[in-house]
């Protein structure tokens, strides 16, 4: 399934709107202002909250941890000390952890569970500023790609798009 995320433009806080391949919104990211640390609710349409994306403030190196119904789902942990690539790991419970590497400044990147590639991230063929596809592969959550997604573009380009004011 194809989804076309985009940062909002001078919101206050990090927010982005999420369509399908046909335009729909299917999920809105609601950026926290004015918090220590980022914080963002990932909702339905509706405004229903699907996930909770916290940062880890006092953690070595850039940490979140995605939070769905009160539970802990994943942590997502970008690697310190890579020579030529960032890469980014997604530790969910049991065998599953997933990675994420390649040109994350030009949105350029895969998700992979072991070998297998689950999602591309590319901003390729999008002009906007940061606006860009993810392909998920059939059969794997879309709200931990794409809530994961949102850390990876808050980790690497974190003053892109919104007006934001984290104390």
Not at 16 to 40: P, Q, S
Not at 42 to 63: M, N, S
Request: charged share 30%.
């Amino acid at each position: 399934m194809r989804y076309l995320l985009r940062q909002k433009m001078f919101a206050l806080g990090d927010d982005f709107t999420i369509r399908d391949a046909d335009g729909n919104e299917v999920f809105f990211v609601d950026g926290k202002a004015f918090t220590i640390g980022d914080k963002l609710s990932f909702q339905d349409p509706r405004g229903h909250e699907l996930a909770f994306i916290k940062e880890k403030v006092l953690a070595w190196g850039a940490t979140y941890e995605l939070w769905r119904q009160g539970q802990l789902f994943a942590v997502v942990k970008k690697k310190k000390f890579t020579l030529f690539h960032c890469q980014f790991f997604i530790d969910v419970p049991g065998p599953d952890d997933l990675t994420a590497q390649g040109n994350f400044s030009d949105h350029e990147y895969t998700f992979r569970r072991r070998e297998e590639e689950v999602a591309h991230v590319s901003k390729r063929w999008f002009t906007l500023t940061d606006t860009y596809g993810v392909d998920i592969a059939e059969g794997e959550d879309p709200v931990l790609i794409l809530a994961s997604t949102v850390v990876i573009d808050l980790c690497c380009h974190p003053d892109d798009g919104g007006v934001t004011a984290n104390f």
